[in-house]
C-alpha cells in the first residue's frame, strides 16, 4: 500500500526533473573532482608535495580547492534551480524561505 | 599535563550552559506537539536552519577532533575537513529536496513513504540508533576531555555533566530548543575561530615559542657493536636500553631520576624525550617523576625557519598564504608515539621526529600513502575518504534537520548555507592545527585538546572563549544524535513498526524516554572510550551510515525496481557488515589489548567494502521481490 508522503508539495514534472538533472550533473562533476584527488594521494603521493604557486604545494591547493569547488558549485545550484522555480512560478516558489 | 581551573574559564563556562538551558526554557514552553517536538513545526527560516545545520554537524570531532590531528600529523588530518565537507554535496545535489519532499519526522518517512513496510520502519529505526550512538561516543569523548583542563575535573565527570545537561536540552523542548543551540553555538565557533586564526597567522612562526617553553636537550653518546657505552653530559649515567624496529631507546640517570632518550644511531646523538612508564606495582611516572612535580611538558615547536630562502629566528606578521608557505619552507618538531615493556616497566614513549615543512603540508604522516606503502594502507585511505563522502548524507542527525524548514527549496537554501559555513569553517582548522603543532602547548596525551590550548596561549580569556564554545559544540551535536535516536523509537518503532499509533502527546512523552535512554547508553560509552582521537571515531560513524542508510536512500529515489525487502536487507547488511568490520579493526584490537596485526583484516574503517556489498544486497533482493514489496508500475520516487 502506498501511504504517500507525510506533506504534499506541488512542483510541477518538469521542476522536478531540471532538478534532478541539474543535481545529478553537477554531483558527478564534483565526484570526478574528488575522485582524482583520491587517486592522486594514493598512487602518486609525491606528486602533492609539489609546490604550485605562493609557496604552497598541490596537496594544499587541490584540498582548499575542492572545500572552495563545493560552495562555488552549491551557489551555481541554488542559482539554476531559484531561476527555474521562478520561471515555472510554482506554489513552492512562492513560498520558499519559509518563515519563523 | 596539569590542568588548573581558572575563575574566568569557569565563569565563561556556566555562562554558555545558563544561556542553552535559558533557551531550552523558553522553547520548552511553547512544544506541544509531535511536530514540534520531532521537526520545531517545520517553521525554522532557511538562513537560521543553515546554521544550525552547520552548528549540528560541526561537532567534537570537526573541532578537537581534526584541530588535534592536523596538530599531531599536519595535511593528513586535514583530509577528515576535505571528506566531510564533500559529503555535503552528496547531501544537497541528490539527497536534500527529495528527502524534504517524501518525509516528516525522520528519514524512514521518506524511505517508506511509498512502501507502508514494517520491516523498513524497524531496520531505519535500528540504523539511527546505532550510527547515533557511533555518534555520540566521540562527543562524550570530546566533552570529557574539555572539562579536565576547564573545570579540574575528572574525565568521567565531564562525560556525565554534557549527558545530564543534554537530556535536560532535548526532554524540555525538543527540536526547535536544540535548533536554537546549534544556530548559537554554530555562529561563535565560526567567529571566535577567525579570531584565532587571525591571532595564529599575526604571530607567525618563531624558533623557540614562547619564554619558559621546555629546552629539550641533545646530547653525544657513543655505542661499541650497537649498544651506547658513552654520554657526552657526565652528570647523566647509562642505566637500561631498548632496541625495535630500528628504534633505539637509551634509560639515562641524572639526579636520582631515570628517564629514556631517544638515540639516533646514525648521528649518535641522544634526544630528550617524554615518557610515562608504568611500573609492577601500579605507580605511574612522567618524564621519571610523579605528575605533580610536572616534568612532563607540553610540546610542538618549529626547528628550523625558512622564509624567502633565509633561515631567521622568526617571522611575524604573516598572512594566511605566508604562513603556509613558511611551514611549507621550513622544519618542525614533532612527537611520535611509541610503547614498549623494558624489564618490570611499561614505557609510553613520545620521542622527536625533525620533519620536513613539505611532508607536514602532504599526505603520508598519519595514513601511509606515500611510496612504499602496502596495498592495505593505500585501501585503508581510500575506504575513509569513502565513508566520509557518502556518510554525511546519510547521518540521521543531518536529515531531520529537512524538517524543520517549511518546503524543498528551503531545504536546498539551508543546505548551502550549511556548505558555505562548514567549508570556511574547514579551512580555518588549517590554521588552528598548525598552530598548535608549532606554538609549544601539545599535550601528547590527549590530541583533542589541541585547540584550546592553543587558545591558552593566546590568553586566559581566549582559552575560557574557545573551551566553553567546544563545550556549546558537544551539546549542539549531540542534542541533535538525541533528537534523531527518540524520534526513531517514538515514531519509526512504537508508533509505525508496533502500530501503537500513539497520540501526539504521547509520542512525545515516548521521544522524551527515548532521550533519556540514549543518553545513558551515551554517557558510559563516553567513558569507556576515553582518549581515543574524536576524529578517528567519527570516520567510524560516517561508515556505518554510509554502509546502512545511504544506498537505501539513494536507490529508493532512483532506481524503480527497488522493493521494501531490498531496503530492509540492505540497512540490515549494511549495520553488520559496517559494525563486524569495525569489531575486527587493528584499531579495536588495540583497544581489545590486542596487537594490532593479530585483526583478522588490515581495515580500519569498514567503507570500501560494506558500502559496495549494502547496494549489492539491495540490487540482488530488490530483483529477488519484485511482487512482493512493490506496487506494480511505480517509478523511482523522483521521477
Given at each position: 500500500?502506498?501511504?504517500?508522503?507525510?506533506?504534499?508539495?506541488?512542483?510541477?514534472?518538469?521542476?522536478?526533473?531540471?532538478?534532478?538533472?541539474?543535481?545529478?550533473?553537477?554531483?558527478?562533476?564534483?565526484?570526478?573532482?574528488?575522485?582524482?584527488?583520491?587517486?592522486?594521494?594514493?598512487?602518486?603521493?609525491?606528486?602533492?608535495?609539489?609546490?604550485?604557486?605562493?609557496?604552497?604545494?598541490?596537496?594544499?591547493?587541490?584540498?582548499?580547492?575542492?572545500?572552495?569547488?563545493?560552495?562555488?558549485?552549491?551557489?551555481?545550484?541554488?542559482?539554476?534551480?531559484?531561476?527555474?522555480?521562478?520561471?515555472?512560478?510554482?506554489?513552492?516558489?512562492?513560498?520558499?524561505?519559509?518563515?519563523? | 599535563?596539569?590542568?588548573?581551573?581558572?575563575?574566568?574559564?569557569?565563569?565563561?563556562f556556566?555562562?554558555v550552559v545558563?544561556?542553552v538551558?535559558?533557551?531550552?526554557?523558553?522553547?520548552?514552553?511553547?512544544?506541544?506537539?509531535?511536530?514540534?517536538?520531532?521537526?520545531?513545526?517545520?517553521?525554522?527560516?532557511?538562513?537560521?536552519?543553515?546554521?544550525a545545520f552547520a552548528g549540528d554537524y560541526l561537532s567534537a570531532a570537526s573541532f578537537l577532533g581534526i584541530c588535534g590531528m592536523?596538530?599531531?600529523?599536519?595535511?593528513?588530518?586535514?583530509?577528515y575537513?576535505?571528506?566531510y565537507?564533500?559529503?555535503?554535496?552528496?547531501?544537497?545535489?541528490?539527497?536534500?529536496?527529495?528527502?524534504?519532499?517524501?518525509?516528516?519526522?525522520?528519514?524512514?518517512?521518506?524511505?517508506?513513504?511509498?512502501?507502508?513496510?514494517?520491516?523498513?520502519?524497524?531496520?531505519?529505526?535500528?540504523?539511527t540508533l546505532v550510527v547515533s550512538i557511533f555518534y555520540l561516543i566521540p562527543q562524550m569523548v570530546g566533552a570529557g576531555a574539555l572539562v579536565t583542563p576547564l573545570l579540574?575535573l575528572?574525565h568521567w565527570v565531564g562525560v556525565t555533566l554534557v549527558g545530564g545537561i543534554v537530556i535536560f536540552i532535548v526532554?524540555?523542548?525538543?527540536?526547535?530548543s536544540t535548533t536554537?543551540v546549534q544556530?548559537l553555538k554554530g555562529?561563535l565557533l565560526?567567529?571566535?575561530?577567525?579570531?584565532?586564526?587571525?591571532?595564529?597567522?599575526?604571530?607567525?612562526?618563531?624558533?623557540?615559542?614562547?619564554?619558559?617553553?621546555?629546552?629539550?636537550?641533545?646530547?653525544?653518546?657513543?655505542?661499541?657493536?650497537?649498544?651506547?657505552?658513552?654520554?657526552?653530559?657526565?652528570?647523566?649515567?647509562?642505566?637500561?636500553?631498548?632496541?625495535?624496529?630500528?628504534?633505539?631507546?637509551?634509560?639515562?640517570?641524572?639526579?636520582?631520576?631515570?628517564?629514556?632518550?631517544?638515540?639516533?644511531?646514525?648521528?649518535?646523538?641522544?634526544?630528550?624525550?617524554?615518557?610515562?612508564?608504568?611500573?609492577?606495582?601500579?605507580?605511574?611516572?612522567?618524564?621519571?617523576?610523579?605528575?605533580?612535580?610536572?616534568?612532563?611538558?607540553?610540546?610542538?615547536?618549529?626547528?628550523?625557519?625558512?622564509?624567502?630562502?633565509?633561515?631567521?629566528?622568526?617571522?611575524?606578521?604573516?598572512?594566511?598564504?605566508?604562513?603556509?608557505?613558511?611551514?611549507?619552507?621550513?622544519?618542525?618538531?614533532?612527537?611520535?608515539?611509541?610503547?614498549?615493556?623494558?624489564?618490570?616497566?611499561?614505557?609510553?614513549?613520545?620521542?622527536?621526529?625533525?620533519?620536513?615543512?613539505?611532508?607536514?603540508?602532504?599526505?603520508?604522516?598519519?595514513?601511509?600513502?606515500?611510496?612504499?606503502?602496502?596495498?592495505?594502507?593505500?585501501?585503508?585511505?581510500?575506504?575513509?575518504?569513502?565513508?566520509l563522502?557518502?556518510g554525511t548524507?546519510?547521518l540521521p542527525h543531518v536529515?531531520i534537520r529537512?524538517?524543520?524548514?517549511?518546503?524543498?527549496?528551503?531545504?536546498?537554501?539551508?543546505?548551502?548555507?550549511?556548505?558555505?559555513?562548514i567549508?570556511?569553517f574547514?579551512?580555518?582548522t588549517?590554521?588552528?592545527?598548525?598552530?598548535?603543532?608549532?606554538?609549544?602547548?601539545?599535550?601528547?596525551?590527549s590530541s583533542n585538546m589541541s585547540a584550546p590550548?592553543?587558545?591558552?596561549?593566546?590568553?586566559?580569556?581566549?582559552?575560557?572563549?574557545i573551551s566553553a564554545i567546544a563545550f556549546a559544540t558537544v551539546l549542539g551535536t549531540v542534542s541533535g544524535l538525541i533528537v534523531a535516536s527518540s524520534?526513531a523509537?517514538?515514531?519509526?518503532?512504537?508508533?509505525?513498526?508496533?502500530?501503537?499509533?500513539?497520540?501526539?502527546?504521547?509520542?512525545?512523552?515516548?521521544?522524551?524516554?527515548?532521550a533519556v535512554g540514549t543518553g545513558i547508553i551515551a554517557i558510559l560509552l563516553g567513558i569507556a572510550f576515553k582518549g581515543m582521537n574524536v576524529a578517528f571515531l567519527v570516520g567510524l560513524a560516517f561508515a556505518i551510515a554510509?554502509?546502512?542508510?545511504?544506498?537505501?536512500?539513494?536507490?529508493?529515489?532512483?532506481?524503480?525496481?527497488?522493493?521494501?525487502?531490498?531496503?530492509?536487507?540492505?540497512?540490515?547488511?549494511?549495520?553488520?557488515?559496517?559494525?563486524?568490520?569495525?569489531?575486527?579493526?587493528?584499531?579495536?584490537?588495540?583497544?581489545?589489548?590486542?596487537?594490532?596485526?593479530?585483526?583478522?583484516?588490515?581495515?580500519?574503517?569498514?567503507?570500501?567494502?560494506?558500502?559496495?556489498?549494502?547496494?549489492?544486497?539491495?540490487?540482488?533482493?530488490?530483483?529477488?521481490?519484485?511482487?512482493?514489496?512493490?506496487?506494480?508500475?511505480?517509478?523511482?520516487?523522483?521521477?
Amino acid at each position: 500500500m502506498d501511504h504517500g508522503p507525510a506533506v504534499e508539495y506541488h512542483e510541477c514534472d518538469e521542476l522536478l526533473k531540471y532538478k534532478q538533472k541539474a543535481g545529478l550533473r553537477l554531483f558527478f562533476i564534483y565526484s570526478g573532482i574528488y575522485g582524482v584527488f583520491v587517486l592522486l594521494n594514493t598512487v602518486f603521493p609525491s606528486m602533492m608535495e609539489s609546490v604550485i604557486f605562493f609557496g604552497l604545494n598541490l596537496a594544499i591547493v587541490y584540498g582548499i580547492g575542492l572545500i572552495l569547488i563545493a560552495i562555488i558549485l552549491g551557489l551555481l545550484y541554488n542559482y539554476q534551480c531559484t531561476k527555474m522555480e521562478k520561471r515555472l512560478d510554482t506554489s513552492s516558489s512562492k513560498t520558499q524561505g519559509g518563515s519563523e | 599535563m596539569i590542568y588548573t581551573a581558572s575563575p574566568l574559564a569557569v565563569g565563561i563556562f556556566f555562562a554558555v550552559v545558563a544561556t542553552v538551558l535559558c533557551i531550552s526554557f523558553y522553547f520548552g514552553r511553547k512544544t506541544t506537539s509531535a511536530k514540534g517536538y520531532f521537526a520545531a513545526g517545520g517553521t525554522i527560516h532557511w538562513s537560521v536552519n543553515g546554521i544550525a545545520f552547520a552548528g549540528d554537524y560541526l561537532s567534537a570531532a570537526s573541532f578537537l577532533g581534526i584541530c588535534g590531528m592536523i596538530a599531531f600529523s599536519g595535511f593528513d588530518g586535514f583530509l577528515y575537513s576535505i571528506g566531510y565537507l564533500a559529503g555535503w554535496v552528496v547531501a544537497l545535489f541528490v539527497v536534500a529536496e527529495p528527502l524534504k519532499r517524501l518525509g516528516k519526522f525522520t528519514f524512514a518517512d521518506a524511505l517508506d513513504s511509498k512502501f507502508n513496510s514494517r520491516d523498513i520502519r524497524l531496520m531505519a529505526a535500528i540504523s539511527t540508533l546505532v550510527v547515533s550512538i557511533f555518534y555520540l561516543i566521540p562527543q562524550m569523548v570530546g566533552a570529557g576531555a574539555l572539562v579536565t583542563p576547564l573545570l579540574g575535573l575528572p574525565h568521567w565527570v565531564g562525560v556525565t555533566l554534557v549527558g545530564g545537561i543534554v537530556i535536560f536540552i532535548v526532554t524540555t523542548a525538543g527540536m526547535k530548543s536544540t535548533t536554537y543551540v546549534q544556530f548559537l553555538k554554530g555562529a561563535l565557533l565560526i567567529v571566535f575561530s577567525v579570531v584565532l586564526v587571525f591571532m595564529v597567522v599575526d604571530r607567525g612562526v618563531q624558533d623557540v615559542p614562547y619564554e619558559g617553553y621546555h629546552d629539550f636537550i641533545t646530547l653525544q653518546a657513543e655505542l661499541t657493536d650497537g649498544s651506547i657505552t658513552y654520554v657526552s653530559d657526565p652528570a647523566y649515567t647509562i642505566a637500561g636500553e631498548y632496541t625495535e624496529n630500528g628504534l633505539h631507546f637509551v634509560k639515562l640517570e641524572k639526579d636520582g631520576i631515570n628517564n629514556w632518550w631517544n638515540l639516533e644511531t646514525d648521528t649518535s646523538t641522544l634526544t630528550e624525550a617524554l615518557t610515562i612508564v608504568t611500573l609492577d606495582d601500579g605507580s605511574v611516572l612522567f618524564n621519571g617523576a610523579p605528575r605533580e612535580d610536572q616534568l612532563f611538558y607540553p610540546v610542538g615547536s618549529m626547528h628550523r625557519i625558512m622564509a624567502d630562502g633565509e633561515q631567521v629566528e622568526e617571522v611575524r606578521g604573516l598572512n594566511v598564504i605566508s604562513f603556509l608557505a613558511v611551514i611549507q619552507e621550513s622544519e618542525v618538531v614533532r612527537f611520535i608515539a611509541d610503547v614498549f615493556t623494558s624489564g618490570d616497566e611499561k614505557v609510553r614513549i613520545w620521542y622527536q621526529e625533525i620533519t620536513p615543512g613539505n611532508e607536514i603540508l602532504s599526505p603520508g604522516l598519519k595514513f601511509h600513502i606515500d611510496e612504499g606503502s602496502s596495498f592495505a594502507d593505500k585501501m585503508n585511505f581510500i575506504s575513509l575518504m569513502l565513508a566520509l563522502f557518502f556518510g554525511t548524507a546519510a547521518l540521521p542527525h543531518v536529515l531531520i534537520r529537512y524538517y524543520t524548514v517549511p518546503t524543498p527549496a528551503a531545504a536546498r537554501k539551508s543546505t548551502i548555507v550549511a556548505i558555505t559555513a562548514i567549508g570556511f569553517f574547514y579551512i580555518l582548522t588549517l590554521y588552528m592545527g598548525l598552530g598548535a603543532m608549532i606554538s609549544g602547548v601539545l599535550d601528547v596525551e590527549s590530541s583533542n585538546m589541541s585547540a584550546p590550548l592553543l587558545a591558552q596561549s593566546f590568553g586566559t580569556l581566549m582559552f575560557a572563549i574557545i573551551s566553553a564554545i567546544a563545550f556549546a559544540t558537544v551539546l549542539g551535536t549531540v542534542s541533535g544524535l538525541i533528537v534523531a535516536s527518540s524520534g526513531a523509537v517514538a515514531h519509526d518503532f512504537i508508533d509505525n513498526f508496533l502500530g501503537r499509533k500513539l497520540t501526539d502527546h504521547k509520542k512525545v512523552i515516548a521521544g522524551k524516554l527515548a532521550a533519556v535512554g540514549t543518553g545513558i547508553i551515551a554517557i558510559l560509552l563516553g567513558i569507556a572510550f576515553k582518549g581515543m582521537n574524536v576524529a578517528f571515531l567519527v570516520g567510524l560513524a560516517f561508515a556505518i551510515a554510509a554502509s546502512a542508510n545511504l544506498p537505501s536512500i539513494l536507490m529508493v529515489l532512483f532506481w524503480e525496481k527497488t522493493t521494501a525487502k531490498g531496503i530492509a536487507a540492505s540497512i540490515t547488511t549494511g549495520i553488520i557488515s559496517a559494525l563486524g568490520l569495525i569489531m575486527l579493526s587493528p584499531s579495536m584490537f588495540t583497544r581489545y589489548g590486542l596487537e594490532a596485526s593479530a585483526a583478522p583484516l588490515p581495515l580500519d574503517n569498514p567503507g570500501i567494502i560494506s558500502i559496495p556489498l549494502s547496494f549489492a544486497v539491495l540490487i540482488i533482493v530488490s530483483l529477488m521481490t519484485q511482487d512482493k514489496g512493490k506496487p506494480q508500475g511505480e517509478k523511482a520516487l523522483t521521477s
